[in-house]
């Protein structure tokens, strides 16, 4: 049996199982922000990152979930969605196959029916990460009904959450770095211990107090759908000219990120999320087909921000997801002075700003 088997599938133990096959679960998921961005995934494997990767939970920014589940003879998958209190029958082939691939550690799913009602606090599939808080917030709904039906699971609550997070890299691989707050790392990295490719788990390590508490504005550039999603993007980088360099980038930076964490330095972590960010949409910009996420105000927000820079040296850096919208970073103590700056310079760029920050 392997590892994830081991660990991870449901033991139906017929003296623990309790009546619970109708009911209600709820939970609240944030998004998050990476500031080592995972790109690509290794082949023939599923959901496996080709590095590790790191990110922030943001607050403001999440998906409430609530899933009504009963009891049903059929063992086929029967699930409605209800997105914002409308039926959203768009998302159910997406859903559908993380039940597939899920069941094989839940199998009492198979015994129960479903209804989904999610809304997000944000616009979805705009470049903030909205599969990542929706399939985190579901996967700790599905572990909620698991903890109803298996008495025993009440204890563990390190496993509660780890299989959480198991999951939800089942749905999607940021997905698995929501189910914590704070810095959050997915994917094995030979300097941070713990650190494994099925599930995330927080930063174990020395955080300097200017990085726990950390503004973060979203500034949304382009609220429509993303043309190539992310799925797509990581597949592009089987074959990619750059992947083994990109690789040895992205392992580098998190070294570098390791000390900066501890020591502080505000600046060095700013110019080193800029450069993950950039390499992230390098990356895309070389694949074959090519594609460019960014937006002529997505490059008319980087150039001001580092005109602002230049001239107010404050401590103020950007960061992108897979899309056109920009997160900016930046310490508490500078909250006003920068929000004000932003309101002023850039709002002419943006569809709409989101005022967040990092959990
Ligand atoms: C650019 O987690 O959305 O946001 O695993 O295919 O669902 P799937 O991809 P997804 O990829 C996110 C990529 C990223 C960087 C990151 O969040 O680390």
Redesign the pocket.
């Known amino acids: 049996m392997n590892f994830e088997k081991k660990n991870f599938f449901y033991r139906k133990k017929q003296s623990t199982i309790v009546d619970h096959t109708n009911g209600v679960v709820t939970s609240k998921s944030h998004s998050n922000i ?1 500031l080592i ?3 690509g995934k290794q082949n023939n494997k599923i ?1 496996i990152p080709l590095n590790s ?1 790191i ?1 922030y939970s943001l607050g403001k920014v999440y998906t409430v979930t609530r899933l009504i589940y009963k009891e049903k003879k059929q063992r086929n998958f029967s699930i409605r969605i209800l997105f914002s209190g409308k039926e959203k029958t768009s998302f159910l082939p997406k859903i559908l196959e993380f039940f597939h691939r899920i069941s094989l550690y839940c199998s009492y799913l198979r015994d129960l029916n479903f209804i989904i009602e999610t809304y997000n606090t944000f616009p979805h599939s705009s470049g903030i ?1 909205s ?2 808080s929706s399939m985190s917030a579901l996967a700790l709904c599905i572990m909620k009904i698991e903890k109803k039906l298996v008495s025993s699971l009440n204890l563990k609550e390190d496993f509660f959450f780890k299989k959480a997070s198991f999951l939800s890299r089942l749905g ?4 698995c770095r929501s189910i914590y707050p704070g810095l959050v790392v997915w994917g094995f990295h030979k300097s941070i211990k713990g650190s494994n490719n099925l599930y995330a788990i927080p930063y174990p390590y020395e955080v300097h107090s200017i990085f726990t508490k950390i503004e973060n504005t979203i500034l949304i550039i382009d609220d429509k759908p993303k043309k190539i999603l ?2 797509k993007g ?1 597949q592009l980088m089987k074959n990619h000219p750059y992947a083994r360099d990109r690789l040895k980038c992205a392992n580098k930076n998190m070294n570098r990120l390791i000390s900066i964490l501890k020591i502080g330095d505000f600046q060095e972590f700013g110019e080193l999320i800029e450069h993950e960010a950039l390499s ?1 949409h390098a990356m895309i910009m070389t694949s074959r087909p090519y594609f460019l996420w960014m937006k002529p105000n997505t490059l008319n927000v980087i150039h001001s921000v580092w005109d602002f820079r230049k001239h107010s040296n404050k401590n103020i850096y950007f960061t992108l ?2 899309g056109a919208n920009v997160h900016l970073l930046y310490p508490i103590q500078e909250k006003t002075f920068i929000l004000k700056w932003i309101y002023s310079d850039l709002f002419s760029y943006c569809k709409k700003i989101i005022e967040s920050f990092c959990l």
């Open positions: 990476a961005k995972y790109w959901q990767s990110s990460a599969s990542a999607s691989g940021s997905a992310s799925s990581h992230l997801d897979a």
